[in-house]
């Protein structure tokens, strides 16, 4: 079946007017620019250049006021328009600083008043694609490591583990690892880990290195 073509022709240009509208529906009815306005999924991937085009406009906002002016841009555009207010975006993976890790991509003018178009950094799409279980997510990885590096994706993640319960990130902090070493075709060494806080690094060789035995003795000689 084919795809309307709403669903396979939202890239850039398409993503920015999408906000351009949102944000003036939102100027209409609060007298202020709306403050946070993130894309994330394939929106993102878009904006990065990663992909030409996403299946929707995919935000994220903690704006209730976005998310129902969202439903009314859907509803006169014909092209989906996806806003989420939570933080763990797919699964159980919470990026609880996702306002902070947010790139502003883009500034616009709408009605007299500057809007950030912000989008999710490559590092942190990295971690959440590679944890969400999903073949299309999968063939993302690469494109995605191209516009940064294993050992970034490593550092975002180190920083993910401090704020979050280490039961519930050990298993995102295996399955990054597994998709760096699948999407860079190599294999990780202790080197990678270069920009990962050592004591960070000591916690991982009680739980992740466990999935990765000839990590562990590395990591606890990388900085001898």
């Known amino acids: 079946m084919t795809k309307p073509d709403s669903l396979i022709q939202v890239g850039c240009d398409r993503l920015v007017e999408c906000i351009r509208d949102m944000s003036a529906r939102y100027i209409a009815k609060t007298g202020k620019a709306p403050r946070t306005l993130i894309l994330v999924g394939g929106s993102a991937l878009a904006m990065h250049g990663i992909r030409e085009t996403s299946d929707d406009v995919d935000l994220y906002s903690p704006d209730p006021v976005i998310v129902k002016i969202a439903r009314d841009v859907e509803a006169?555009?014909?092209?989906?328009?996806?806003?989420?207010?939570?933080?763990?975006?797919?699964?159980?993976?919470?990026?609880?600083?996702?306002?902070?890790?947010?790139?502003?991509?883009k500034q616009i003018e709408v009605g007299?008043?500057?809007?950030?178009?912000?989008?999710?950094?490559?590092?942190?799409?990295?971690?959440?694609?590679?944890?969400?279980?999903?073949?299309?997510?999968?063939?993302?990885?690469?494109?995605?490591?191209?516009?940064?590096?294993?050992?970034?994706?490593?550092?975002?993640?180190?920083?993910?583990?401090?704020?979050?319960?280490?039961?519930?990130?050990?298993?995102?902090?295996?399955?990054?690892?597994?998709?760096?070493?699948?999407?860079?075709?190599?294999?990780?060494?202790?080197d990678d880990f270069i920009r990962v806080d050592e004591e960070i690094v000591s916690e991982w060789r009680e739980t992740v290195f466990q999935d990765f035995p000839w990590l562990a003795p590395a990591a606890m000689s990388m900085r001898a």
């Open 76 to 105: 006169s555009s014909g092209f989906p328009v996806d806003v989420t207010m939570k933080k763990n975006l797919w699964g159980d993976l919470n990026i609880r600083d996702i306002e902070e890790d947010a790139l502003v991509m």
């Open 112 to 190: 007299g008043h500057t809007v950030d178009i912000a989008a999710l950094s490559v590092e942190t799409l990295f971690i959440v694609k590679a944890n969400t279980f999903r073949e299309k997510d999968r063939d993302d990885l690469p494109g995605i490591l191209g516009k940064t590096s294993i050992e970034r994706v490593l550092e975002r993640i180190s920083h993910l583990w401090e704020k979050e319960p280490a039961h519930e990130i050990e298993i995102a902090v295996s399955n990054t690892i597994s998709e760096l070493q699948l999407a860079a075709g190599r294999t990780i060494t202790r």
